[in-house]
């Protein structure tokens, strides 16, 4: 157990290192696919897709890490990203620092 919640919490700090938030993207597309996909957007450092356990399938949102923050509005600026014919959903991830997190919860 100790393990496992270790490992949710890697996960979530893990999150905060991403720029954008990807959501509705088609279950038959791989993180492959989706890195090749904003790679013409500039530099894709990581990709990551995480999955459902029982049914082996993504869970059709995940996180992009690009280089530079140029890249990232590259990005964001394009009106619309279709994946196999679906509308992909995109947001920047705005990361917060501790002391922020900390002003809002007193």
């Given at each position: 157990?100790?393990?496992?919640?270790?490992?949710?919490?890697?996960?979530?700090?893990?999150?905060?290192?991403f720029?954008?938030?990807?959501?509705?993207?088609?279950?038959?597309?791989?993180?492959?696919?989706?890195?090749?996909?904003?790679?013409?957007f500039?530099?894709?450092q990581?990709?990551?897709?995480?999955?459902?356990?029982?049914?082996?399938?993504?869970?059709?949102?995940?996180?992009?890490?690009?280089?530079?923050?140029?890249?990232?509005?590259?990005?964001?600026?394009?009106?619309?990203?279709?994946?196999?014919?679906?509308?992909?959903?995109?947001?920047?991830?705005?990361?917060?620092?501790?002391?922020?997190?900390?002003?809002?919860?007193?």
């Amino acid at each position: 157990m100790a393990a496992a919640s270790a490992v949710r919490a890697a996960g979530r700090r893990s999150r905060r290192l991403f720029d954008i938030f990807v959501a509705e993207i088609p279950w038959t597309v791989s993180s492959k696919e989706l890195k090749e996909y904003f790679s013409q957007f500039g530099s894709v450092q990581r990709c990551q897709l995480p999955f459902d356990r029982d049914t082996g399938f993504h869970r059709r949102y995940g996180w992009i890490k690009f280089s530079t923050p140029e890249e990232v509005q590259n990005a964001l600026q394009k009106d619309s990203h279709i994946l196999e014919g679906s509308k992909l959903t995109l947001r920047q991830q705005i990361g917060r620092r501790r002391s922020q997190r900390k002003n809002q919860s007193e």
